[in-house]
């Protein structure tokens, strides 16, 4: 185990995959994770089974979603405990029980509209649930610059944004949260930021001085904090450059930088990471890092190998 942080915000990891799975399966990587009332955690993954819950200890409860998904990509749990699962591969974002049975479906399969059109959706990336009305939010992100916001039952409501670099334009909109107010929490990964917006989409400020932001997620709890997963923003030349990522962040609902979890560059030592692409935390403050190891690390390597995917960080008292 090492520890991460600082004094107030501390946390210990093995480094080690987590999650106790039987022999023969496997995460391949886990490209999303997120947790219930219960403290379960969804491992949305491109592996054996696209979606494992395990209990806070690690054990299996239940899998699901064989045979349906494309290419498994964010989930969302949403106040009324429905789990929102986006997958890029067949531009469909789908609500599900926690136990699997599909309830809605938004875009058609394999029926992307034309990149870069600003229409529903085309490679879309995450989703999620204002808690205020269950207004669903999805982040259409890899060949579309556009937020959707949709009704509970699944009715277009806007859309906004546009390709860009200045205020309320993106280069890859790529996660997304709403709060208990509802203002709208944007991980625009290419540009190095974190965008807010209104219930309407009208821009309201921006956090930069960060990597590559991939990844979001609330506590909101004692002291409201916004945990961001950060790709390593360096190349090659200077892999082993520090500060540049990949780390987790954690930050007030101000922007205001509290720790940084990791200072290294990416590897798989404990204490590092390659890819922080789905993040969720847990009653107890305990973190949960879901990485695309395989996609931008592992199947580069000669020969390829699966690498960690899915690590547990631990609070300390």
């Known amino acids: 185990m090492v520890t991460l942080g600082n004094e107030?915000?501390?946390?210990?990891?093995?480094?080690?995959?987590?999650?106790?799975?039987?022999?023969?399966?496997?995460y391949k990587e886990a490209t999303a994770v997120a947790v219930d009332e219960k403290d379960n955690a969804y491992v949305f993954n491109r592996g054996?089974?696209?979606?494992?819950?395990?209990?806070?200890?690690?054990?299996?409860?239940?899998?699901?979603?064989?045979?349906?998904?494309?290419?498994?990509?964010?989930?969302?749990?949403?106040?009324?405990g429905m789990v929102y699962c986006v997958d890029n591969g067949d531009h469909t974002?789908?609500?599900?029980?926690?136990?699997?049975?599909?309830?809605?479906?938004?875009?058609e399969a394999n029926k992307p509209s034309p990149a870069m059109s600003g229409f529903p959706f085309n490679l879309p990336t995450?989703?999620?649930v204002d808690p205020r009305d269950g207004g669903l939010y999805v982040a259409d992100g890899y060949a579309n610059a556009r937020v959707h916001k949709f009704s509970p039952d699944g009715r277009h409501l806007f859309s906004w944004g546009e390709s860009?670099?200045?205020?309320?334009?993106?280069?890859?909109?790529?996660?997304?949260?709403?709060?208990?107010?509802?203002w709208v929490y944007i991980a625009d990964r290419e540009?190095?930021?974190?965008?807010?917006?209104?219930?309407?989409?009208?821009?309201?400020?921006?956090?930069v001085n960060l990597s590559r932001t991939a990844c979001?997620?609330?506590?909101?709890?004692?002291?409201?904090?916004?945990?961001?997963?950060?790709?390593f923003c360096g190349i090659g030349s200077n892999r082993i450059g520090t500060n540049l990522g990949p780390r987790v962040t954690i930050m007030d609902l101000k922007g205001n930088v509290l720790a940084q979890l990791s200072d290294q560059s990416y590897g798989d030592e404990p204490g590092r990471f390659y890819?922080?692409?789905?993040?969720?935390?847990?009653?107890?403050?305990?973190i949960y890092v879901a990485e695309v190891s395989w996609s931008d690390y592992g199947s580069q390597m000669d020969p390829p190998r699966e690498l960690r995917s899915l690590q547990k960080l631990v609070k300390k008292s």
């Open 275 to 286: 890819s922080p692409h789905g993040i969720a935390v847990d009653s107890k403050g305990d």
């Open 164 to 182: 860009g670099t200045g205020p309320g334009q993106f280069n890859i909109v790529h996660n997304i949260v709403v709060d208990k107010d509802g």
């Open 191 to 207: 540009n190095h930021r974190i965008q807010v917006f209104d219930p309407d989409g009208k821009y309201e400020t921006q956090w």
């Open 126 to 128: 995450h989703s999620a």
């Open 93 to 107: 974002v789908r609500k599900f029980t926690p136990e699997g049975k599909l309830l809605l479906t938004l875009g």
């Open 48 to 80: 054996t089974h696209p979606m494992v819950v395990l209990d806070p200890e690690g054990n299996v409860l239940r899998t699901w979603g064989d045979g349906i998904f494309g290419t498994p990509h964010g989930v969302t749990i949403g106040p009324d």
């Open 8 to 26: 107030k915000y501390s946390y210990e990891t093995s480094g080690e995959d987590w999650g106790n799975l039987p022999e023969n399966w496997t």
């Open 216 to 231: 979001i997620c609330f506590d909101m709890k004692d002291e409201p904090l916004i945990y961001v997963g950060e790709y």
